[in-house]
């Protein structure tokens, strides 16, 4: 077990102890996929792997769900746009049920498009 052979003298855990060995790779998996680093801090029991592994699947939970609050904050900033984006979803969809020529479903885009100017326009009219 490479990985252990300078921490031996230090640590009061085995190094070729099955469950120590689980332990650390967990650890290391772990430290892996959160992109935590792998600092110059170690842990050197069974008990402070599990703590320190525990603490990092907590704290990139926690992260990924402040990422996801910031980007529902985002976007939903631009409500004209969402507007506009759902109307062309929705035409997409009933263009592909109906089985409309391509011609059609571009007229009704472009329309969707302007209208959506129109509207913007209308509403911004007084800031002029």
Known sequence: V??????????????????????AALYWSVMTMTSVGYGDILPYTQAEYLICTTCM???SI??????????????KMDPELSEFERRIDDFNSMAQ?????????????????EQRFH??????????
């Open 2 to 23: 490479r990985w252990a052979q300078g921490r031996t003298p230090n640590s009061p855990a085995n190094p070729c102890d099955t469950g120590m060995v689980y332990t």
């Open 57 to 59: 699947l907590i704290s």
């Open 97 to 113: 049920d109906q089985d409309l020529p391509q011609h059609i479903r571009w007229r009704g885009r472009e329309y969707i498009r």
């Open 62 to 75: 926690v992260w990924a769900y402040i990422i996801g609050a910031a980007c529902a904050v985002m976007s």
């Open 119 to 128: 509207t913007h326009y209308m509403r911004n009219i007084d800031a002029w």
